[in-house]
């Protein structure tokens, strides 16, 4: 593209079709794109933008990507204090809070009283300035008077529009604020601690969402996928609009604000709506923790005014946390893939938050000296959403004259060797890094896992069956597994043992980058894998850079680039080479494909209906290459409808509108 009034136009397109793409997948929840598809308009856009830098805007999506480096959060002033809520556990005062702001009411003569009930979302509180319809600001609670300017990470989060709708702007003044709270989604949540090492895994989501805010990196917030969720809105022409019409605004404003807020007139209403979320809740893709109730005339809110700390007109109960007293039977100590020993009590098993639980990790020595835990004790143990249940604190009052202190090991319990434990360590360690039965599982089942090499058929009773039969030394040696081996282990018929092989025939196909964070060297996570494999696009490359040569790629300190060279001075290393490299595996960035022709040059297709003989994404991908986009809608300025079998009611439209339409023959004629 060479002329800027072409390009103006373009990106006009993409950003629409772009933001309209990031509504329908975090607000609607029904996506027509592909995660591929939608990174590809993101790519073009971000391709035209590159080359005319001047037309690039603080709304741009392209924004949204990250990649700024700040050097700290500035501080900024909140045009009105941030208060946090008043919580409460009990429902009588909710009951209380109720009556007293009904006895306002009547006193102004207001009969009728209304309360939005809201889950309550546990996040983070931000606030984000708009002016003239567009983001200028975003910034952490703080103390309340002050907070942290994070502007830069909040644009990652799609849900979060960089300009408001210019249809509804007529309703608000110049400058409009906006809060709400950042959470991350439980898969999100589970799919980043996949990717971190043990020691470095996040609670809950809603550290891992603190956690990430304070990122100096945007890029890195932005591949972490938070949410946002509005619930305040200030700045309307007609101040007297009711918090409920508010949220239903805000949502016109392409704000995703929770979806299952009620208006309430009784306080029985209240109740039904506590008593229904208190289930319900754990359904969610995202945690919550208890529901706020807010005065739906705003009108009062001024005249109920706030304490020191809160607000007068809302208040949040909280779900009690879910806890269970149990007895602590016994310690087991776990080895990790990296020989780290891990104490997990054995408890007698008691039901908590709709499961029994019999089983909770004591982390480390630290960790039982601070609980101060003996074996038989008394112990409370809590959920707090999806994450694993952990010992809170004894009943010290309850312990048994045969308490036994939890002693350190002395011995792996996997492979008898002295365990060490490094100055400066909470941990102990088992050496024995090469025999350790343990260890080669945990490797295996690194190495086979989602986000590596995700061989799903590779469960935990098959590795240590593999491992305990000395079938399998390293991860190389389930390439050379033969299917009369397999169909010998228990439980094991001829047709798995043939999913086994067809799983791992298939995991040669992932790339250079996976296999890298499938190795699971210690500190290089996905991210330190993706890093590395665009600096030495192949491990014989790797392998050979120096100490200091590595420490120059973005994100990898000296600790990292020791960790990296030790791997590969392991005695152990040559044989596994030899072995992957004997089975096929990506031992090298892939070559970029030869140059094909520009044949969809400047034309936006769109597929509907199936194709026989290519699948939606690589159809897309031929797109790409030979210069045409892929669109998710049809309208007059759409290039090109490719017409499959059972095709939808889009290809109505594109003949309504006379877009030209083709067949699948077609297509592959252009190709
Ligand atoms: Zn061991």
Redesign the pocket.
Same mark, same amino acid.
């Given at each position: 593209m060479t002329d800027i009034m072409g390009a103006k136009k373009a990106i006009a397109e993409l950003r629409q079709e772009i933001e309209r793409h990031n509504r329908l997948y975090y607000v609607e929840a029904r996506p027509e794109l592909s995660d591929f598809d939608f990174d590809r308009l993101l790519e073009q856009l971000i391709a035209i933008e590159r080359q005319f830098p001047e037309l690039v805007t603080p709304d741009s999506p392209s924004q949204r990507v990250g990649g700024t480096i700040t050097r700290e959060f500035p501080s900024v002033l909140h045009r009105e204090p941030m208060l946090s809520l008043s919580n409460t556990y009990s429902l009588a005062e909710v009951e209380e809070f109720y009556s007293r702001v009904r006895k306002l009411l009547l006193f102004e003569g207001v009969a009728e009283q209304k309360m939005v009930a809201e889950l309550k979302f546990d996040g983070v509180a931000i606030s984000l300035l708009f002016r003239d319809g567009l983001l200028v600001r975003g910034a952490t609670r703080g103390d309340g008077r002050q907070g942290d300017d994070i502007t830069a990470n909040l644009k990652t989060i799609a849900t979060i529009p960089l300009r408001l709708d210019g249809r509804l702007v007529a309703d608000l003044q110049g400058e409009v604020e906006v809060r709400g709270e950042v959470f991350m989604r439980k898969d999100d949540f589970e799919r980043l601690n996949e990717s971190r090492l043990e020691e470095d895994r996040f609670a809950n989501p809603r550290n891992a969402t603190a956690g990430t805010l304070k990122l100096q990196d945007s890029a890195e917030v932005a591949r972490r996928r938070m949410c946002f969720v509005a619930y305040y809105l200030k700045g309307l022409k007609d101040e007297s609009t009711a918090h409920f019409s508010r949220l239903e605004l805000l949502s016109r404003l392409g704000f995703f604000t929770g979806d299952h807020y009620r208006l309430c007139q009784e306080v029985q209403d209240i109740n039904a709506f506590i008593e229904e979320w208190a289930g319900n809740r754990w359904q969610l893709p995202y945690e919550t923790d208890g529901v706020v109730l807010k005065l739906n005339d705003v009108r009062f809110w001024e005249k109920l005014g706030a304490t020191a700390k809160s607000p007068r007109w809302a208040i949040a109960y909280k779900y009690p946390a879910q806890q269970a007293r149990t007895v602590l039977h016994n310690v087991l100590f776990q080895?990790g893939r990296l020989?780290t020993i891990t104490p997990v009590a054995e408890l007698e098993p008691v039901l908590l938050a709709g499961s029994t639980v019999s089983r909770s990790t004591l982390h480390n020595f630290d960790e039982i000296e601070r609980l101060g835990v003996m074996i038989h004790d008394r112990v409370i143990i809590e959920k707090s959403g999806e994450v694993i249940p952990k010992v809170v604190r004894i009943i010290p009052e309850e312990r048994p004259a045969d308490a036994e202190p939890i002693l350190p090991p002395m011995? $792996? !319990?996997?492979?008898?060797?002295l365990?060490v434990r490094p100055e400066n360590e909470v941990s102990y360690y088992?050496?024995?890094e090469e025999? $350790? !039965?343990?260890?080669i599982k945990g490797r295996v089942l690194h190495f086979a896992s989602r986000n590596a090499m995700d061989i799903q058929t590779l469960g935990e009773a098959l590795v240590e069956q593999l491992v305990a039969r000395g079938l399998v030394k390293d991860p190389g040696d389930l390439y050379f597994l033969q299917e009369p081996q397999l169909e010998k282990l228990e439980r094991m018929g001829q047709k798995s043992a043939q999913n086994i092989l067809r799983a791992l025939e298939k995991s040669r196909e992932k790339s250079y980058e996976q296999l890298l964070y499938a190795l699971g060297i210690r500190h290089v996570g996905r991210a330190t894998a993706r890093e590395l494999s665009q600096a030495c696009p192949s491990i014989d490359a790797l392998r050979q850079s120096s100490e200091e040569q590595l420490a120059t790629v973005p994100d990898i300190g000296p600790v990292v680039a020791r960790s990296i060279i030790d791997y590969f001075a392991k005695p152990s290393w040559p044989q596994l080479l030899e072995k992957l490299r004997t089975a096929g595996l990506p031992l090298c960035a892939s070559e970029p494909r030869e140059q094909v022709n520009r044949n969809f040059e400047g034309l936006s297709v769109l597929f509907t209906g199936g194709l026989d003989r290519y699948d939606r994404q690589a159809a897309s991908e031929l797109v790409f290459e030979r210069g045409g986009r892929v669109v998710g809608s049809v309208s007059k300025k759409t290039g090109m409808v490719v017409a499959g079998h059972d095709p939808g009611s889009k290809l109505q439209k594109a003949l309504k509108l006379g877009v030209r339409v083709v067949s699948e023959d077609e297509f592959e004629a252009m190709l």
């Open positions: 080895v020989g011995h $792996c !319990p996997s492979c008898q060797s365990l088992c050496p024995n025999e $350790c !039965p343990a260890q």
